[in-house]
């Protein structure tokens, strides 16, 4: 049973910065691609930033130049460093795996709150 387990997050002021983990437990294969979405009150899910193997790293416009996705498969861990927070980022950002034998897995959510 594969579990993906996040840290991070919280509250923080405009212009501050967070770091959020997200590590799989039970998995003994490495993801196809590790991920971040987001979602803030009466909006869709979105996704903020994606780190496929061997591929090249996604970004939503509105995060491009602020967060930066990284990954260590040894620890079966991505990372997502977010930098000059702003209101709008407000959300529930959950993590995102996709493994090739196992499919899609999702961590718990957790709340980024952005004070201006």
């Known amino acids: 049973q594969v579990q993906l387990v996040e840290s991070g997050g919280g509250l923080v002021q405009a212009g501050g910065s967070l770091r959020r983990s997200c590590t799989a437990s039970?998995?003994?294969?490495?993801?196809?691609?590790m991920g971040w979405y987001r979602q803030a009150p009466g909006k869709q899910r979105e996704l903020v930033a994606r780190?496929?193997?061997?591929?090249?790293?996604m970004y939503a416009d509105s995060v491009k130049g602020r967060f930066t996705i990284s990954r260590d498969n040894a620890k079966n861990t991505v990372y997502l460093q977010m930098n000059s927070l702003k209101p709008e980022d407000t959300a529930v950002y959950y993590c995102?795996?996709?493994?090739?034998?196992?499919?899609?897995?999702w961590g718990q959510g957790t709340q980024v709150t952005v004070s201006s």
């Open positions: 039970g998995s003994i294969f490495s993801p196809k691609a």
């Open positions: 995102n795996f996709l493994f090739v034998s196992y499919g899609d897995y």
């Open positions: 780190i496929p193997i061997g591929g090249s790293t």
